[in-house]
C-alpha cells in the first residue's frame, strides 16, 4: 500500500514524466516480462522507467545466476524505493548482485550496451514530440539484433486525444502517433490487451531486425493566417 501512496503522490507532483494514477498491475506486469521466459542461455535486460518496481517484481523472477538486470529510472523517490526493494525483499535480494539501477535519462544512459530485453514503463503520450522520437531511437541503439522491445500505454488514450484536442496539443499527439506507427508497422510481433489494469492498456512487443529504425521527419508547424 505504502508504494501506491508514494506512486500517486509523485504522480500529482510530476505528472509528465510518472503519467499514472497507481502502479501497473500484476496483470500488466506479468505480460511485459513474458518475452524472456523462453529465454534460453544468459540474457541481458533493461528496465526503463521502473517506478516503485511493480513490473521489476516480474522481472526478478526470470533473472537466473548468469544473467544481468539494468534498471534506468529517472525520479530520486522511486530509485529510494527500489534500493530498499533490493535490500528488504527476499526475491529481489536474490539478484542484488546482478542488478545495477542508474538514476538519469534514458538518452544519456548505456552507451555501448546491448540488450536481449527492454522493458519500458515510460508515459510516452505525455512527452514532447522530439523526446519520443529521442527515446525510440535509444530503444534500438540499446538492443541487440533479434532483442524485444515491450512497452505499454493506456488503451484508447492517444486515439481520444487525437479527436478532442486542438491546436499544438493535437499537432503533438498526431506527430507521436505517427512516430509510434513508423516502428510498430516495421518490427510489432505482438499486441495484448490488459483489462485488469488501471487504467485497462495495451502491451507492445517489437523486435529489432536487421533493417535500420526508421527516420521521421518531423512536420513544419503551420503558420496562422492573419
Given at each position: 500500500?505504502?508504494?501506491?501512496?508514494?506512486?500517486?503522490?509523485?504522480?500529482?507532483?510530476?505528472?509528465?514524466?510518472?503519467?499514472?494514477?497507481?502502479?501497473?498491475?500484476?496483470?500488466?506486469?506479468?505480460?511485459?516480462?513474458?518475452?524472456?521466459?523462453?529465454?534460453?542461455?544468459?540474457?541481458?535486460?533493461?528496465?526503463?522507467?521502473?517506478?516503485?518496481?511493480?513490473?521489476?517484481?516480474?522481472?526478478?523472477?526470470?533473472?537466473?545466476?548468469?544473467?544481468?538486470?539494468?534498471?534506468?529510472?529517472?525520479?530520486?523517490?522511486?530509485?529510494?524505493?527500489?534500493?530498499?526493494?533490493?535490500?528488504?525483499?527476499?526475491a529481489f535480494q536474490e539478484i542484488k548482485h546482478l542488478?545495477?539501477?542508474?538514476?538519469?535519462?534514458?538518452?544519456?544512459?548505456?552507451?555501448?550496451?546491448?540488450?536481449?530485453?527492454?522493458?519500458?514503463?515510460?508515459?510516452?503520450?505525455?512527452?514532447?514530440?522530439?523526446?519520443?522520437?529521442?527515446?525510440?531511437?535509444?530503444?534500438?541503439?540499446?538492443?541487440?539484433?533479434?532483442?524485444?522491445?515491450?512497452?505499454?500505454?493506456?488503451?484508447?488514450?492517444?486515439?481520444?486525444?487525437?479527436?478532442?484536442?486542438?491546436?499544438?496539443?493535437?499537432?503533438?499527439?498526431?506527430?507521436?502517433?505517427?512516430?509510434?506507427?513508423?516502428?510498430?508497422?516495421?518490427?510489432?510481433?505482438?499486441?495484448?490487451?490488459?483489462?485488469?489494469?488501471?487504467?485497462?492498456?495495451?502491451?507492445?512487443?517489437?523486435?529489432?531486425?536487421?533493417?535500420?529504425?526508421?527516420?521521421?521527419?518531423?512536420?513544419?508547424?503551420?503558420?496562422?493566417?492573419s
Amino acid at each position: 500500500m505504502s508504494h501506491y501512496l508514494e506512486f500517486f503522490k509523485q504522480f500529482r507532483t510530476t505528472f509528465e514524466t510518472t503519467g499514472a494514477i497507481a502502479p501497473s498491475s500484476r496483470f500488466l506486469a506479468s505480460n511485459m516480462a513474458e518475452p524472456m521466459k523462453r529465454h534460453q542461455g544468459p540474457k541481458k535486460v533493461l528496465e526503463i522507467g521502473p517506478g516503485t518496481g511493480a513490473v521489476t517484481r516480474e522481472i526478478v523472477k526470470q533473472i537466473r545466476p548468469e544473467d544481468s538486470l539494468d534498471l534506468v529510472e529517472l525520479n530520486e523517490k522511486f530509485v529510494e524505493i527500489l534500493y530498499n526493494r533490493f535490500d528488504a525483499e527476499r526475491a529481489f535480494q536474490e539478484i542484488k548482485h546482478l542488478t545495477s539501477i542508474h538514476n538519469c535519462p534514458l538518452q544519456e544512459y548505456g552507451v555501448g550496451e546491448e540488450y536481449d530485453y527492454i522493458v519500458s514503463g515510460l508515459p510516452l503520450n505525455n512527452f514532447p514530440t522530439d523526446l519520443v522520437s529521442e527515446i525510440f531511437q535509444a530503444y534500438f541503439r540499446l538492443l541487440k539484433p533479434g532483442g524485444v522491445l515491450s512497452y505499454f500505454e493506456y488503451m484508447y488514450v492517444r486515439p481520444v486525444r487525437k479527436v478532442v484536442s486542438r491546436g499544438p496539443e493535437n499537432e503533438r499527439i498526431c506527430q507521436i502517433d505517427q512516430i509510434m506507427r513508423s516502428y510498430t508497422s516495421q518490427y510489432r510481433i505482438r499486441t495484448n490487451w490488459i483489462w485488469f489494469n488501471l487504467p485497462p492498456a495495451w502491451v507492445q512487443h517489437l523486435q529489432k531486425t536487421d533493417s535500420p529504425p526508421p527516420l521521421i521527419e518531423q512536420a513544419a508547424p503551420q503558420e496562422q493566417s492573419s
